[in-house]
C-alpha cells in the first residue's frame, strides 16, 4: 500500500474536543429542513471539487441508499449539461460551486440570485452552512489522508 494511503493522523481520537462541534453542526444540517437527497448532492459536488475520495465514498454510499440513481450520481461532476437535475438542484449546485470555490468566484450576484429564487433565506443560510460543513470535512480528510474504506472485492480489482 502506496504511504499516501496511510493516514497521517485521525482527526477524532487527536483532538475530540475540537471533533464534538463539528459532529453537532453536521448533526444540525443533516436535519435542517433541507432535503437530505439534496445534501447528498451538494456535499458530493464540493468533495468532486475538492478531491476529497473519503468523503465522495461516503456520500455517494448514502446517496444511494437514499435511492439516488446511479446516472445522477455519475452526471453529477456535468450538471450543467444533464437534464437529470431540477432547477432546486441546479441552484443548489452552482451555489456549492461558488461557496466551495469562494476564493476564485467571490460568489456572483447571479448565483446568489438563483439560488435565492429557489431557496428561502433560511434554506439558503443552511445550504451555505451544510457546504462549509463539507468544506471543513474535505479539509481534515485530505489533509489528514483519511482512507475511506475499500472491501476485498474492491481490493483484488485494484491490485
Excluded at 474536543?17 to 433541507?34: E, F, I, R, S, V
Excluded at 453529477?76 to 452552482?94: G, K, V
Excluded at 438563483?114 to 485530505?142: H, P, Q
Aim: charged share 25%; with cysteine; hydrophobic share 45%.
Amino acid at each position: 500500500m502506496s504511504a499516501h494511503f496511510v493516514p497521517r493522523l485521525v482527526p477524532h481520537k487527536a483532538a475530540p474536543a475540537a471533533y464534538k462541534p463539528l459532529l453537532d453542526l453536521q448533526a444540525y444540517t443533516d436535519q435542517c429542513g433541507l432535503e437530505r437527497s439534496l445534501l447528498e448532492l451538494v456535499k458530493m459536488r464540493a468533495s468532486q471539487i475538492n478531491g476529497c475520495a473519503f468523503c465522495l465514498e461516503m456520500h455517494s454510499r448514502e446517496a444511494r441508499e437514499l435511492g439516488e440513481s446511479e446516472a445522477r450520481l455519475y452526471l453529477l461532476n456535468a450538471w450543467r449539461e444533464s437534464p437529470l437535475y431540477s432547477a432546486r438542484e441546479r441552484a443548489a449546485l452552482e451555489w456549492t460551486e461558488a461557496v466551495t470555490l469562494v476564493s476564485e468566484t467571490e460568489v456572483p450576484d447571479e448565483v446568489y440570485e438563483a439560488a435565492k429564487a429557489e431557496f428561502s433565506e433560511g434554506e439558503l443560510v443552511n445550504l451555505t452552512v451544510a457546504i462549509g460543513m463539507i468544506n471543513v470535512w474535505n479539509r481534515l480528510a485530505i489533509s489528514f489522508r483519511l482512507v475511506h474504506p475499500v472491501t476485498e472485492d474492491q481490493k483484488h480489482k485494484a491490485a
